[in-house]
């Protein structure tokens, strides 16, 4: 996956973490979780 793929999963994800109502503190937190999770995965 090149990293200009992880840029467009990564702003998807905020879009629907905005749109579910989250605030941009909560998102970032989620989003730093999720591409430390990808780290250890990989």
Do not use: H, Q
Not at 25 to 40: G, I, K, P
Request: charged share 25%.
């Amino acid at each position: 996956m090149s990293p200009a793929d992880i840029v467009k999963k990564l702003w998807n994800y905020c879009n629907v973490l905005r749109d579910d109502g989250m605030s941009y503190s909560d998102y970032v937190d989620r989003l730093t979780y999720f591409l430390n999770l990808r780290e250890v995965m990989a």
